[in-house]
């Protein structure tokens, strides 16, 4: 009986928490880029704190934070939707096949 009981706490739990018609993609995602960045963000910082004095270490910084840097527009994909088939499906038969 305790079973159900549990079940059905956590069942409605689960419904209150992601109620239908929520749309939990733009969420997710959002949430991420955001966590993506200020992770970046935290290490640009602690890689431009490190002092130098030899040029591989100046180096090193100066390749860590480029690859820390990336550009929105390569985030984005080129396309947005798929484009059309240009060529009708299926194909028409030529006259000679009869």
Not at 16 to 29: F, K, M
Not at 52 to 61: E, F, P, Q, W
Request: aromatic residues 4%; hydrophobic residues 50%; contains cysteine.
């Amino acid at each position: 009986m305790m079973f159900l009981v549990r079940s059905a706490f956590w069942l409605t739990l689960a419904f209150l928490v992601i109620r239908p018609g929520v749309d939990v993609g733009d969420a997710a995602s959002t949430l991420s880029s955001e966590a993506m960045a200020r992770g970046s963000q935290i290490i640009a910082q602690q890689i431009e704190a490190i002092e130098c004095d030899s040029i591989t270490c100046i180096g090193g910084k100066a390749m860590a934070s480029a690859a820390l840097r990336t550009s929105p527009a390569a985030a984005d994909p080129m396309l947005k939707s798929p484009a059309g088939s240009p060529v009708p499906l299926p194909r028409a038969r030529p006259d000679r096949l009869g």
